[in-house]
């Protein structure tokens, strides 16, 4: 089964400043998707990004990259120039292309504040 | 375009009672799942459908059903209230096994 693991809890960025997030995932499967979902307080899953695990090119989305390493199972989210908008949960999740399922899974999630 | 509709944002449950949250989705997606999502948890998937009439379990099944009728609607099921259950709810619909998913907004059920 897949896992997806999000080993920062919490983080922490000053505005106007850049900060990374992780995500590392474990599967046996060579073609699937990955996104970073972000959560403000108002509880609205908003998708930030997708990478699809056949494009080699990395996602970006305006302030928002990523850094997807395949043979290491890394998705890590960049964003630039941080917003005090920006402060909010993020989620990693993986999602199969094969299979009648296609679920996401998640991660446990990021709380990132944004400081003035 | 409404997206996908979650009804009621909010409720309160005795322990024993039952309840239906409602989900509807208006753009003709196949997919659609519900998560509960918990403190330090994540978003853990509770049932999901592939189609209209399809339906199977997720990570967390237990103390939930599950119907699909329509391939626009996708209501859960709490058949007896436990407080275990208290949490935020998402319902969540796609286009095809491709591609991402569109969240409601969420359902906050507190059981006491």
């Known amino acids: 089964a897949q896992t997806v693991t999000q080993s920062q809890p919490e983080m922490s960025v000053q505005e106007a400043e850049t900060v990374t997030l992780s995500c590392t995932y474990d599967?046996?499967?060579?073609?699937?998707?990955l996104f970073w979902y972000k959560q403000p307080p108002s509880r609205q899953m908003i998708l930030v990004i997708r990478?699809?695990?056949?494009?080699?090119q990395n996602a970006t989305e305006n302030r928002f990259s990523v850094n997807f390493q395949k043979a290491a199972k890394s998705f890590s989210l960049k964003i630039s120039d941080s917003q005090l908008g920006d402060a909010a949960m993020y989620f990693c999740?993986?999602?199969?292309?094969?299979?009648?399922?296609?679920?996401?899974?998640f991660g446990k999630g990021t709380k990132l504040s944004v400081k003035p | 375009n409404a997206g996908v509709t979650q009804t009621p944002k909010f409720q309160v449950l005795k322990t024993g009672q039952s309840m239906t949250l409602q989900c509807a989705q208006d753009m003709n997606h196949e997919y659609m799942s519900w998560y509960r999502q918990d403190p330090g948890m994540g978003l853990r998937l509770i049932h999901y459908s592939v189609g209209a009439g399809i339906t199977d379990q997720g990570e967390v099944p237990n103390g939930y059903n599950v119907s699909r009728s329509t391939t626009e609607d996708f209501p859960l099921r709490l058949l007896s209230a436990a407080p275990s259950q208290t949490s935020v709810y998402f319902c969540?619909?796609?286009?095809?096994?491709?591609?991402?998913?569109?969240f409601g907004s969420g359902t906050r059920l507190t059981v006491v």
């Open positions: 969540a619909s796609s286009l095809s096994r491709y591609g991402g998913y569109t």
């Open positions: 599967t046996s499967e060579s073609d699937y998707y």
């Open positions: 990478q699809e695990a056949y494009k080699q």
């Open positions: 999740a993986y999602r199969s292309r094969g299979g009648s399922q296609g679920n996401l899974i």
